[in-house]
């Protein structure tokens, strides 16, 4: 069989199928094993955006015990919250972390890994040869966002566990104890800090859903990057509007901060399951978008 025939096989949808219906010149070719996770782990933690992440994420605990350390002690007041609180134990070190970060940093994180997933190949100009090769497109998507969500979960996860490690050395196994004054021994609060970073990776899946979206929808990485950053800013400003009332809760970033229940002797279960059930949902639209997106997108740069 002439290799002509392939040559002309172009990148556009329906077309790199072609190749596997009528016979690949290489008969070894099985759609299933193309892109292996492992392979595919391995090139990303090569990127130097991984192991900048990683570090930043490990590094920002080290600075906030820094900054502790610098400053001065706060004078006394009617009312206390987590700053004053975050020198008491090293799990008090680790709650203020995670709140510090939650917001913004941690978001930022899970965009970049999913954002330039497929951005990142296309403005390479090597994503049209990944699909030449032929790697089919709900496999490459499928692997890449495989991916790109352990990082995730690794990258949100790192924050409380170096914040435990650093907070535990510089301030003790003390008692958590939430700014309400109810406290908790460290066994138990090591792991409701725990739990609270998977609750926050699990919460950020619509962002990881909406960054892929925006990954297969443009060239550039980074527009993608800020576009699923700038639209958790602008939801979290719009949750601080009191006027749209029940019209918040719809809001993807409205229950962020609901593994705050997990700080009381008894957890509050009610805010944490509601958050989840919206990012899933939001998530489950974006990525079906994504993939409805992708499937049919002509692949020219």
Do not use: C
Not at 8 to 37: C, I
């Amino acid at each position: 069989m002439s290799d002509k025939k392939y040559s002309d096989v172009s990148t556009r949808k329906g077309h790199v199928g072609l190749l596997s219906a009528e016979g690949s010149p290489h008969t070894s070719y099985v759609p299933g094993r193309t892109l292996p996770l492992r392979v595919e782990l391995v090139r990303q933690l090569r990127r130097r955006r991984t192991q900048v992440t990683f570090g930043l994420v490990a590094l920002l605990p080290v600075i906030l015990w820094i900054a502790f350390s610098l400053s001065s002690t706060a004078a006394p007041g009617s009312s206390v919250n987590l700053v004053d609180l975050a020198q008491g134990s090293g799990t008090n070190f680790a709650i203020f972390a995670l709140f510090a970060s939650a917001g913004f940093l941690l978001v930022v994180v899970v965009a970049l890994f999913f954002g330039d997933t497929i951005a990142s190949e296309a403005s390479w100009s090597s994503l049209r040869y990944l699909l030449a090769a032929p790697v089919p497109r709900a496999r490459l998507l499928r692997q890449k966002a495989l991916v790109a969500g352990l990082l995730s979960l690794v990258g949100v996860l790192l924050l409380p566990v170096v914040s435990l490690v650093v907070g535990t050395i510089a301030y003790g196994t003390g008692d958590l104890v939430s700014p309400t004054g109810e406290s908790l021994g460290y066994g138990p609060a090591v792991a409701r800090v725990l739990l609270g970073g998977l609750y926050v990776a699990l919460n950020l899946l619509w962002v990881a859903g909406l960054a892929t979206l925006l990954s297969v929808s443009t060239d550039a990485p980074l527009g993608a990057v800020g576009g699923a950053v700038m639209a958790s800013i602008v939801s979290q400003i719009l949750d601080q509007i009191t006027a749209l009332e029940d019209l918040r809760d719809y809001l993807p970033t409205h229950y962020a901060n609901a593994w705050s229940g997990l700080l009381g002797s008894a957890p509050d279960w009610g805010d944490m399951t509601r958050g989840l059930f919206g990012s899933v949902v939001y998530a489950t639209v974006f990525f079906a978008a994504a993939a409805w997106r992708f499937h049919r997108k002509d692949i020219t740069s």
